[in-house]
């Protein structure tokens, strides 16, 4: 580890007990962790603007005298400042909040220095609260060198201070060798600083650097960054991955007489790659030490068969199975698969959730305890404490990333007994294409359902204007009065669940009024849990024709008679997102059709969007194609995926980099672990400390 990279923030001057605590609770409390504090973006001060070469939309640096001064009344009070500098144009500065004393200072003549972003006003180009100095008439101030950072912010340590405290860190950095862990033979294909010129740049950008770069996360700086990044990221998961390994598992191969009867009883034949993807679960199984493994499949593609061959391997062995849901309806729903699958052979399934109280949970506790609960499904109850099973010896997690590691952790402590914790099985709708895939789940083996089964009519999707949103509706009319039933999704730009609750509450009111005759219902994220459970319910026994919601409404639930579905807003989400919700039509033999509502007009990269959707339904396709066309902060977002936060990463952007990542983790792990260990000490520190393994 580099010398004084580890030394405490406390010796900086300036810190003390009460900035030290605020700094600690953003996870600050080592010199490398401010200097791994990087800008969020940048101001240029280095440079004067002419006036004339000023554009709107731009962000500059302007200096002139004051021309004009004008106090305003008319909707609210207003001082406007006229600056000139001679350059043949002048700038406009427009404040809506001002003191007496300030007004005082504006003196015609006098000069001033003024920074903001620019925009078109009435009388030409002005900045709106401009940062500004005034300036002596013999006075000219130095420009900066470098370009001014912004900080993310830290509670209750003002933005100054980080600034300062940043640039005190930034004097201890250790001379370049020392400070690199990783050095760049070890990277050789790829053209990209040191780490310690890569810190520099991106605290302090000498001037002329590409904000554009910087902004959108291409600058060889952040990219140095990010590959160190993704390293640590990956060697934290196959790190976690080698410490479970060494606990040993039961192994569950058997003489595969359950998996052929329930192959019987299914009212259908595998696909190949359902077929294929149980292999590798079998071959898994039947190891000594316990299986990890990610099973993906879209939505639709049959992964709960994969869970329940799974699952009658281990009864078979005479161990117990828990399978848990993030949902009580999703879990509800395997509960009837695997009841309907696995009672003819005779085993005894078991459900326990947070509303099964009394007597029925002490029964559903007692048949865990005693090892006569062959299998159980259940939600998150599973993994509270008071559950015990006598011999769980497999863990299957649908939809993993919506349960917290900890969760996770506390369902497999539950199968710990002297050596050997359980086999763990997970499973996600959420395609990733397979160069992200490795490093996003470096801690799993991964197997991929990439086939539908067949008979499923494939969903016809159209894209259609907002302005014609009435034939939308008069189409589920139609639809409805043949007996078939349709979501209506409202999407938002706002990520809040109060505003998008009143849209999609006043569109639930405006279809209830123009479709009298059709059983509307609500769900959104505002309702409780139970609310939420009870529209969903009736909406799948039929007793709704329509289902207004917003996109809370989870993935992965089974309405087969559903088969028209609407999107508002598509152009605004994600095609990974668009995807999901489409997946929830197409599952029934029934012709299905999703209406993308958008508003005019599109751009060409929202048209592009659109037509990918339109084209295909292949998620992996999809997801490749998102990450092509992504534009930026967008999709594979954590929400969806459940991946890692980056600082300086980005799993889609930064993919070139991730086969040099990976062999980088093997050759450390081999080579050099302590190095390993110090790149994932440097870069997650205390977060992984804390996740144990
Ligand atoms: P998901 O992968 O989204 O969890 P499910 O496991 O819920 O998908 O399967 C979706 C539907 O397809 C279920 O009704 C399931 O019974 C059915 N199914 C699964 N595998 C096959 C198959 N090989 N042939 C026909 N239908 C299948
Ligand atoms: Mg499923």
Redesign the pocket.
């Known amino acids: 580890m580099a010398r004084g990279a580890d030394a405490s923030v406390t010796g900086l001057p300036g810190v003390g007990p009460r900035v030290a605590a605020k700094l600690a609770a953003r996870g600050i409390t080592r010199l490398q962790d401010l200097w791994l504090h990087l800008p969020l973006r940048y101001e240029d001060r280095t440079a004067i603007t002419p006036m004339r070469d000023l554009f709107p939309g731009g962000v500059a640096q302007a200096e002139g005298r004051i021309e004009a001064v004008e106090r305003g009344f008319r909707y609210r009070p207003t001082l406007r400042v006229v600056l000139a500098d001679g350059s043949g144009a002048s700038l406009v500065l427009r404040f809506f909040h001002f003191r007496a004393a300030q007004v005082a200072q504006f003196q015609p003549g006098r000069r001033m220095r003024v920074y903001g972003t620019l925009r078109a006003g009435g009388q030409g180009l002005e900045i709106v609260h401009p940062s500004y100095r005034l300036l002596a008439d013999d006075e000219d101030p130095a420009l900066n060198d470098t370009l001014d950072p912004v900080y993310p912010a830290i509670e209750g340590v003002g933005p100054g201070v980080v600034v300062r405290l940043a640039a005190e860190s930034l004097k201890q950095l250790p001379p370049a060798d020392e400070l690199e862990l990783v050095p760049a033979r070890m990277w050789p294909g790829l053209d990209l600083p040191g780490l310690r010129e890569a810190l520099l740049t991106m605290h302090r950008p000498a001037p002329g650097t590409s904000l554009v770069a910087l902004s959108e996360g291409r600058h060889p700086a952040q990219r140095r960054l990010a590959l160190e990044e993704l390293l640590a990221h990956t060697l934290s998961l196959r790190r976690q991955r080698m410490q479970l390994q060494r606990h040993g598992a039961t192994p569950l191969g058997g003489s595969g007489r359950l998996p052929a009867a329930l192959l019987e009883v299914?009212?259908?034949?595998?696909?190949a790659a359902?077929r294929r993807v149980f292999d590798q679960v079998r071959v898994d199984l039947g190891r000594g030490e316990p299986m990890l493994r990610l099973v993906q499949?879209?939505?639709?593609?049959?992964?709960?068969?994969?869970a329940a061959l799974a699952a009658v391997m281990a009864v078979e062995a005479g161990a117990q199975v828990a399978l848990v849901a993030p949902t009580e309806l999703l879990a509800e729903?395997h509960l009837e698969?695997f009841r309907g699958w696995l009672q003819p052979l005779g085993i005894n399934v078991v459900w326990l959730a947070g509303k099964v109280a009394g007597r029925a949970r002490r029964e559903a506790l007692a048949a865990m305890a005693d090892g006569s609960a062959q299998v159980v499904v259940g939600t998150h109850a599973l993994m509270q404490e008071g559950v015990a099973f006598a011999h769980l010896a497999l863990c299957i997690v649908?939809e993993q990333h919506r349960f917290g590691v900890h969760q996770r952790l506390a369902l497999r402590d539950k199968g710990r007994g002297g050596d050997s914790v359980p086999h763990q099985l997970v499973?996600t709708?959420t395609p990733i294409p397979r160069t992200l895939a490795m490093t996003a789940y470096a801690d799993l083996d991964v197997s991929v359902?990439d086939e539908l089964?067949?008979?499923r009519t494939p969903v016809r999707t159209v894209a259609v204007s907002a302005d014609r949103r009435d034939e939308v509706v008069e189409r589920i009319r139609g639809a409805c009065a043949q007996g078939r039933q349709a979501y209506w999704v409202c999407t938002l730009i706002e990520d809040s669940d109060e505003v998008m609750a009143q849209a999609a509450q006043s569109t639930f009111e405006q279809l209830g009024k123009a479709l009298p005759e059709l059983r509307v219902g609500l769900v959104h994220g505002r309702m409780k849990p139970r609310e939420k459970q009870e529209v969903m319910r009736a909406f799948k026994a039929g007793e709704l024709d329509l289902l207004v919601s917003t996109t809370v409404i989870e993935v992965?639930v089974?309405v087969?008679n559903a088969s028209l579905m609407l999107i508002e807003n598509a152009e605004r989400l994600g095609l990974a997102q668009l995807h999901q919700l489409r997946?929830r039509v197409g599952?029934g033999a029934e012709a299905s059709t999703c209406v993308l509502l958008y508003q005019a007009p599109l751009s060409a990269l929202a048209r592009d969007r659109l037509e990918v959707m339109r084209e295909t339904s292949d998620g992996f396709r999809i997801a490749e194609k998102d990450l092509e066309l992504r534009g930026p902060g967008e999709l594979l977002g954590t929400r969806q995926t459940g991946l890692a936060q980056f600082r300086v990463a980005d799993l889609a952007r930064d993919c070139d980099m991730l086969p040099v990542v990976r062999d980088l983790a093997d050759r450390l792990l081999e080579e050099c672990p302590q190095v390993a260990d110090a790149v994932v000490e440097r870069w997650i520190g205390s977060a992984v400390r804390f996740a144990g393994a």
């Open positions: 299914l009212p259908f034949a595998l696909t359902q499949g879209d939505v639709g593609s049959g992964k709960t068969v994969v729903q698969n649908d499973m709708a359902i089964p067949p008979g992965g089974d087969p997946g599952r």
